[in-house]
């Protein structure tokens, strides 16, 4: 989705974002009602899954979730009695500070969260099992160092610094902030994401040091395409939450 190009139709992005919620949950990155996305919608407007006072969780999102605000977190028009997310300033921020980023994810993967606690670093420990996720260790996944509760623009400010112009970022103690140019690379990234620390923490568990992958293998990897390959793999997730019923 490029905003500056193409009027988005907030009824998709709406629906999009509550998909993506949904495929997060069926994944395992979110548990219970922690955890959002978003996507940009115009000038200093965005659409993000709020919380409504009858809230089920990430897993059972809906389109009415999915909320209109401005960068600060104002809802736009009447709230229906929605909230937004205490963390709402890292997408506001962040769509405010990088003009190509056009959707967040933020979650609390267990597998991220108990290696950055371990200090395993998320290393490019395989090689075709996951290509995204081996290039994207091999670019390097910044970590923000604190794990406090980013309720305020300063604080996001603080993550997006430590970022840099990286598409993730692991909150130690806390969980990742992903980025994409739609919401649907932002989720296949926080997948990847999850993946990698996934094997990183069963290496671990085995008593194990990975070895590095030489590089005379990596130079033999494919770039599969982001666009993509983004897209296959979400329509993949977008049909196996439909055959549970998400
Ligand atoms: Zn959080």
Same mark, same amino acid.
């Given at each position: 989705?490029?905003?500056?190009?193409?009027?988005?139709?907030?009824?998709?992005?709406?629906?999009?974002?509550?998909?993506? *919620?949904?495929?997060?949950?069926?994944?395992?990155?979110?548990?219970?009602?922690?955890?959002?996305?978003?996507?940009?919608?115009?000038?200093?407007?965005?659409?993000?899954?709020?919380?409504?006072?009858?809230?089920?969780?990430?897993?059972?999102?809906?389109?009415?979730?999915?909320?209109?605000?401005?960068?600060?977190?104002?809802?736009?028009?009447?709230?229906?009695?929605?909230? &937004?997310?205490?963390?709402?300033?890292?997408?506001?921020?962040?769509?405010?500070?990088?003009?190509?980023?056009?959707?967040?994810?933020?979650?609390?993967?267990?597998?991220?969260? &108990?290696?950055?606690?371990?200090?395993?670093?998320?290393?490019?420990?395989?090689?075709?099992?996951?290509?995204?996720?081996?290039?994207?260790?091999?670019?390097?996944?910044?970590?923000?160092?604190?794990?406090?509760?980013?309720?305020?623009?300063?604080?996001?400010?603080?993550?997006?610094?430590?970022?840099?112009?990286?598409?993730? *970022? &692991?909150?130690?103690?806390?969980?990742?902030? &992903?980025?994409?140019?739609?919401?649907?690379?932002?989720?296949? =990234?926080?997948?990847?994401?999850?993946?990698?620390?996934?094997?990183?923490?069963?290496?671990? =568990?085995?008593?194990?040091?990975?070895?590095?992958?030489?590089?005379?293998?990596?130079?033999?990897?494919?770039?599969?395409?982001?666009?993509?390959?983004?897209?296959?793999?979400? =329509?993949?997730?977008?049909?196996?939450?439909?055959?549970?019923?998400?």
């Amino acid at each position: 989705m490029n905003a500056e190009t193409t009027a988005p139709d907030l009824g998709d992005l709406r629906a999009t974002v509550a998909q993506a *919620c949904r495929i997060l949950a069926v994944e395992g990155l979110v548990e219970g009602t922690l955890g959002h996305v978003s996507v940009r919608a115009g000038d200093d407007r965005m659409l993000i899954r709020c919380r409504g006072t009858d809230d089920e969780g990430l897993m059972f999102a809906g389109d009415d979730d999915v909320r209109l605000t401005d960068f600060s977190g104002a809802i736009i028009g009447p709230d229906e009695g929605y909230r &937004v997310p205490k963390e709402l300033p890292i997408h506001g921020e962040l769509l405010r500070a990088r003009p190509e980023v056009n959707a967040v994810v933020h979650a609390h993967p267990p597998a991220v969260l &108990v290696c950055g606690v371990a200090a395993l670093e998320l290393r490019p420990v395989f090689g075709a099992y996951n290509i995204p996720a081996m290039r994207m260790a091999l670019e390097g996944i910044p970590v923000y160092p604190r794990s406090v509760l980013i309720s305020g623009p300063g604080l996001a400010q603080e993550m997006i610094a430590a970022m840099g112009d990286r598409p993730v *970022c &692991v909150l130690k103690g806390h969980g990742i902030t &992903v980025t994409g140019e739609r919401v649907e690379q932002a989720v296949v =990234r926080a997948l990847n994401l999850n993946a990698l620390a996934t094997v990183t923490l069963e290496v671990a =568990r085995a008593g194990a040091r990975a070895e590095p992958i030489p590089a005379e293998d990596i130079a033999e990897l494919p770039d599969l395409g982001s666009a993509f390959n983004d897209l296959t793999v979400w =329509r993949h997730h977008v049909a196996k939450a439909r055959s549970r019923g998400l």
